[in-house]
């Protein structure tokens, strides 16, 4: 069996890649990827808790965050496309206009 140390290391390694993605980048789709990268660390640590306490609350609750991950690219790529198709840019620096 892998230790549990083993899967919170590798979870922190997949949250900071995510959050230096995310705090880095200007390009609106690459900080959807870095918020799934960081929102997957997060399913990670819960998936291995879960395992380790013998438990199937953490199990259910990646279930969820992977629903609600999957909700919000689907609401924000909607978003970004129809921006997209008004502004012809996905710089997020040149995106701070909400009104069309």
């Known amino acids: 069996m892998i230790p549990l ?3 919170i290391i590798l979870s922190a390694i997949l949250f900071v890649i995510g959050l230096i993605g995310f705090l880095i980048r200007r390009n609106i789709i690459l900080l959807f990827m870095c ?3 960081m929102l997957n660390a997060v ?3 819960l998936v291995a808790f879960s395992s ?3 438990s199937l609350d ?3 609750l990646s279930i969820f965050v992977m629903a609600v991950a999957a909700a919000e690219a689907a609401v924000g790529f909607g978003i970004l496309i129809a921006f ?3 502004k012809n840019i996905i710089d ?3 995106a ?3 009104k069309w």
């Open 58 to 60: 953490g199990q259910i």
């Open 5 to 7: 140390f083993y899967f």
């Open 84 to 86: 997209y198709r008004n």
């Open 96 to 98: 701070d206009l909400m």
């Open 92 to 94: 997020s620096d040149k």
């Open 35 to 37: 918020v799934e990268i």
């Open 52 to 54: 380790y306490y013998d």
């Open 43 to 45: 399913n990670i640590n």
